[in-house]
């Protein structure tokens, strides 16, 4: 299945959590909190703003981001775990 999203959506894959802490404690999957930072993996065309022209977003497939704790709809396709959200809910790209 292929998802293309809407306008200024956009289709993020989280990055998988570290499960032990420094000292070395594994944390279960009931205490962990979901991570605040994924790849995307799809882009809608932009926003479309009110005089009908469209935006181009400033994020591109690929790009690591950080995305506000509460933004967004989580899905599953095909029995993976994504996020769809609007680029206002993106907070940073993560520049390795």
Known sequence: MKVKPLYDRILVKRLETVEKTKGGIIIPDSAKEKPQEG???ALGKGKLLE???????????????????????DINIE???YLI???EDILAIVES
């Open 51 to 73: 005089d009908g022209s469209i935006r181009p977003l400033d994020v591109k497939v690929g790009d690591k981001v950080l995305f506000s704790k509460y933004g967004g709809t």
């Open 85 to 87: 959200l609007r680029e």
């Open 79 to 81: 029995g993976e775990d």
């Open 39 to 41: 790849e995307i993996k």
